[in-house]
């Protein structure tokens, strides 16, 4: 420690003076006063413990400033006394600098107009009359600022200006501006808006969310030409009676507000296509609300709903309704009407009994957990062929029906907690079941442990139950699997006849006596179904479609007059006239004179032609085989399929090695194409052709590559290509603009090209786990367009697997900081 009185040590003595010398003090002067020291009041006075000690010549940054407790401070002297010469003359002081005025604006307080005014900046002024576009949005505008309500007109120095003037900055002459017609001021302190809202009728867009707003203007109905109109997280409990006669207006959210009703005047928005009114207090609906013809979606989850108006089912274009979290306790019993019903989103109420759904052929998830239902209905299982998401779960269900091996498009079935304790075997038959949630249910059936591994084990486990049962039963392993897993194009009750279908041409003859039937060799029947029961004295394995009217055998017959039915419901054809018939998928349209060929030995006995199943190729325009070991498929199957309208084909869960050569008759048609789980290697050029495919499903095959026509699939939205062989994303696929979902999981890909997934603008969802990835680009995380990102299960180190489990956003922001600025 340095001593004052006794220096030692030069160097610290010459700093010392030096430091004295602008202090002002005497190394032997122990009467110092630090706050007359320059050098202190510019760091703060070390004896002011006061915490708030302002610096007095310090930096004009306004903040308190001290000395770091790791700064070496200057030492006090140690006391001594004063001599009276000192003592009688006064030592001169120095001048104090002035403390500077620092007037500091509160973060919270109450914004005056001229703050607001100043959002509005000359360079936004500009792009909003250049684009059409102002984006006032997290603004923190308590009000809207004034100038902008006059947007539209000539500013003063436009007017003012010559033409020599305005043509040497054309691009801001009055010519090149546009009106407004895009204003979003959401997530600000807005809690009304001006009359002059008015002034704005060339907005098509606004977008008011995350405000305060208590009330909208009447004259907010002047905006002629509005399409979407967002209002929600507000304070509203009403809209202005004038909103309602807007011509235009196609989207309307009005979510998480204060409504307790919907105002009737609703059906005068005839345009209306999008309406959410969720996270209110509404307690019922309209009786007017069914004349929203157009609209596609209705919104109203988190509301205290307890029944639907009657006419709901007016609304024929209908594609998704939620009605989650309401107190409903059954659905309309028209729901059928509503033909074009896709999303069904029911849980969360007080439901006890599902309805028949007959007539929603198009619905592919239907949301129902946490209500009291206690049964499937079985006639649900038979109209729903399109369902692809059941969620029962939290229910009270205690027995599944057999029947829901008819839902062939099942994906994924959740059935958890509730009293169900025993698993048909027939589950065993879906062919895309690739989610099965049982837990929370006293299954005795299944071992515990076999439950614990998953869908894939338990499906197993039930399909080797079949087989057994099968065997013992003394009855062909073939024939009855065949039976079973048909792929799902059952549905009629044994009492069906040709006569119950619209489309079917059989016209009974009383006075016709049936013919002698010869006695055929059929496969005993295995399930427990009438309809398969059915199904399997007319096909032993598998539904064939009725050829069209206008197939080159029947131009020359009346088609009508030549059918019979013998007592047994089999459709018999006259001795003269030779029906079309096929050996399975393995052989050829052949002449046939009987009905029947039962072949022992073959994979597919040949099956006769049936206006039941053809009506139900016309019905579900669906051509669906799975589980049938198939290695080719006939041309004629799909030129049957392509003069019904056929527009999904799915042969999952066979042998195929490649895409069958008949698929190029359906060119035109196909929208959906499943072709997973078989042994294809490689897709010929002729998909190209394809010019409405919308989902492509390619995986568990052993693909390695696709062709590069592949990227003129323009309307491919969704392509799965998990379990294959690829070692990198095909180059074809960077040219598909419309692509949303690429499923790339469970291959061997190495790297990713960035600049490659930068030319797919659309894509959404890109699931790459379970590959040999080692180095994620960093640049990747600028593709904001990417909204769920899956990589887990690669080799990289970064970013870490914490990171991964936060989900997209986290991973984004990660690869986003390290991009090189």
Aim: proline content about 7%; some cysteine.
């Amino acid at each position: 420690m340095m001593n004052f009185n006794n220096v030692q040590d030069t160097a610290s003595l010459y700093a010392f003076n030096n430091l004295a010398k602008e202090c002002n003090f005497s190394p032997t002067d122990s009467g110092y006063d630090f706050d007359d020291c320059s050098w202190f009041n510019f760091y703060g006075n070390p004896n002011d413990m006061s915490g708030d000690s302002v610096p007095r010549n310090g930096p004009a940054s306004g903040s308190a400033s001290r000395i770091p407790r790791c700064a070496q401070r200057p030492r006090q002297m140690a006391a001594s006394p004063r001599s009276p010469q000192m003592a009688a003359s006064p030592r001169p002081r120095m001048a104090a600098s002035p403390r500077p005025n620092y007037a500091f604006q509160p973060l919270f307080h109450e914004r005056a107009t001229h703050e607001d005014d100043t959002v509005l900046t000359q360079e936004l002024w500009k792009l909003a009359r250049k684009s059409g576009t102002l984006n006032l949005s997290n603004k923190g505008l308590a009000r809207v600022p004034q100038r902008l309500y006059d947007i539209n007109d000539a500013d003063e120095d436009s007017k003012a200006a010559t033409l020599e003037q305005l043509c040497i900055k054309e691009e801001d002459a009055w010519w090149n501006q546009v009106p407004l017609t895009n204003l979003d001021l959401s997530s600000n302190a807005l809690t009304k808006l001006s009359p002059k809202i008015e002034n704005l009728q060339s907005l098509t867009v606004l977008t008011l969310h995350d405000n305060a707003l208590a009330s909208l203007p009447p004259e907010i109905g002047k905006l002629e030409k509005l399409v979407r109109l967002n209002v929600s997280r507000n304070k509203l409990s009403d809209l202005p009676r004038e909103l309602y006669s807007l011509p235009e207006l196609r989207h309307l959210n009005i979510s998480y507000n204060q409504f307790n009703e919907l105002n009737p005047d609703i059906s005068d928005l005839h345009m209306l296509e999008f309406l959410d009114a969720g996270h209110n207090n509404i307690q019922s609906l309209p009786g007017g609300i069914g004349f929203l013809v157009r609209l596609t979606a209705l919104l109203l989850p988190h509301n205290h709903i307890k029944d639907l108006p009657p006419d709901l089912v007016n609304m024929r274009s209908l594609q998704r309704v939620d009605l989650m979290q309401n107190d409903l306790t059954c659905l309309p019993e028209d729901m059928g009407l509503l033909r074009k019903l896709q999303f069904l989103y029911i849980q969360h109420n007080d439901i006890l009994e599902l309805s028949d759904f007959e007539g929603n052929e198009a619905l592919t998830e239907l949301h129902a957990s946490n209500n009291y239902i206690e049964n499937i209905p079985i006639r649900m299982c038979e109209n729903l062929p399109h369902l692809k998401v059941l969620d029962l779960r939290d229910n009270k269900i205690t027995e599944l029906p057999d029947e829901l091996c008819l839902l062939r498009n099942l994906n994924r079935l959740d059935v958890s907690n509730n009293s169900i304790d025993t698993l048909p075997v027939s589950l065993a038959s879906l062919a895309h079941l690739i989610s099965l949630q049982v837990e929370g249910n006293p299954i005795k059936s299944i071992r515990r442990d076999i439950l614990q591994c998953g869908t894939t084990r338990i499906l197993k486990t039930l399909q080797e139950r079949s087989l057994a049962k099968t065997k013992e039963e003394g009855g062909s392993t073939d024939g009855a699997a065949g039976a079973r897993l048909s792929g799902g194009q059952t549905g009629a009750a044994a009492g069906d006849t040709a006569a119950n279908y619209p489309d079917s041409s059989y016209q009974p003859e009383p006075e016709q006596q049936p013919q002698e039937q010869p006695q055929q060799q059929h496969f005993p029947c295995q399930c427990q179904y009438q309809c398969q029961s059915q199904m399997q004295l007319e096909a032993p394995h598998f539904c064939v479609y009725e050829p069209p009217r206008n197939y080159a055998p029947y131009q020359s017959v009346d088609y009508e007059q030549e059918q019979r039915m013998d007592p047994s419901g089999q459709y018999m054809p006259q001795q003269q006239q030779d029906f079309p018939t096929f050996n399975g998928f393995g052989g050829m349209f052949q002449q046939q004179q009987q009905l029947f060929y039962g072949q022992n030995g073959s994979n597919f006995n040949q099956c006769a032609v049936c206006p039941r199943w053809v009506y139900k190729l016309r019905h579900t325009r669906t051509l669906a085989v799975n589980l049938e070991e198939l290695t080719d498929v006939p041309d004629e199957v799909f030129q049957l399929a392509q003069a019904e309208g056929v527009h999904v084909v799915d042969f999952a869960r066979n042998n195929l090695r490649t895409l069958p050569k008949g698929l190029q008759h359906m060119q035109q048609l196909v929208t959906e194409l499943v072709l997973a789980h078989n042994l294809i290697a490689q897709v010929p050029q002729f998909i190209s052709q394809f010019t409405r495919i919308s989902l492509l499903n390619l995986s568990n095959n052993l693909l390695t590559d696709l062709p590069k026509e592949f990227g003129v699939l323009n309307t491919l939205r969704e392509l799965n290509i998990a379990n294959n062989r690829f070692a990198f994303i095909p180059n074809g696929l960077y040219d598909l603009q419309g692509l949303e979902i690429l499923i790339a999981s469970d291959n061997h890909i190495k790297e990713l090209n960035v600049s490659g997934l930068k030319c797919m603008p659309r894509l959404s969802t890109l699931d790459l786990r379970n590959n040999d990835i080692d180095f994620i680009p960093p640049i990747l995380g600028t593709l904001t367009n990417i909204t769920h990102l899956e990589l887990v299960g690669n080799p990289f180190r970064q970013p870490r697997h914490q990171i991964l489990m936060k989900g997209t956003d986290s991973i984004m922001s990660y690869l986003r900081d390290r991009v090189p600025r």
